[in-house]
């Protein structure tokens, strides 16, 4: 609507956003540096199949539901590692209290 694209900079890919029952993960790196704290053959198994090892919300079933998946799934090894790189190089980040609207 004419005004300037805007994002939520301190929270950026840390997650805390409701999508209905589902909020989205923090993928900004855990203590041990790994994003989401996964490693680079977990990430690759996510992004390619959608499953959600944290089982998070069992009552939907093993996948995730807010990640679109399927649209990353057919990414070459390489472009995944450009992804996993640059999530393992941005600091970690805490989900804040973003409700989707205006970030």
């Excluded at 996993?84 to 970030?103: K, R, V």
């Amino acid at each position: 609507m004419g005004q300037p694209k805007q994002f939520n900079a301190e929270n950026y890919l840390s997650g805390g956003v409701p999508f209905g029952p589902f909020t989205s993960r923090n993928l900004t790196p855990e203590e041990d540096g790994l994003p989401a704290g996964m490693t680079f053959e977990q990430f690759k198994l996510v992004i390619r199949t959608g499953v959600d090892l944290d089982k998070a919300h069992p009552q939907f079933g093993p996948l995730l539901q807010v990640m679109p998946w399927p649209v990353y799934q057919s990414m070459t090894d390489r472009d995944l590692r450009a992804i996993y790189e640059y999530l393992s190089a941005i600091p970690t980040a805490q989900p804040g209290t973003c409700t989707g609207a205006g970030q």
